[in-house]
């Protein structure tokens, strides 16, 4: 299995920015390959809806209500993604979900997985 933990969320003012970050590990030793990495977000009473994703060769992907103010990045080395939010709206409040789509091991099949959520609020 593969485990992911995000940090980074919290309360911050409108106009503020946070820099989300999200590392996956091995339940068992090192992790046999991840693909693509993301973020999702879920409002309270709303659906859980894409953010951003970036392909393990860079290629990234952004919903149309972030482009211009996230940076989606990560770090192959390391398993980690980052979510860089500049210019932040208090629509974007929300629950922030980290996932990856990997092989835990060479005898695993590729699956999703998810983190547990970070909360990130912004007031107005």
């Known amino acids: 299995q593969v485990q992911l933990v995000e940090s980074g969320g919290g309360l911050v003012q409108a106009g503020g920015s946070l820099r989300l970050s999200c590392a996956a590990s091995?339940?068992?030793?090192?992790?046999?390959?991840?693909?693509?990495m993301g973020w999702y977000r879920q409002a309270p009473g709303k659906q859980r809806e894409l953010v951003a994703t970036?392909?393990?060769?860079?290629?990234?992907n952004y919903a149309d209500s972030v482009k211009g103010r996230f940076t989606i990045s990560r770090d192959n080395a390391k398993n980690a993604v980052y979510l860089q939010m500049n210019s932040l709206k208090p629509e974007d409040t929300a629950v922030y979900y980290c996932?990856?789509?990997?092989?835990?091991?060479?005898?695993?099949?590729?699956?999703?997985?998810w983190g547990q959520g970070t909360q990130v609020t912004v007031s107005s």
């Open positions: 970036i392909t393990s060769g860079g290629s990234t």
């Open positions: 996932n990856a789509v990997a092989r835990a091991t060479a005898q695993m099949g590729v699956r999703g997985y």
């Open positions: 091995g339940t068992s030793g090192n992790i046999f390959s991840i693909g693509a």
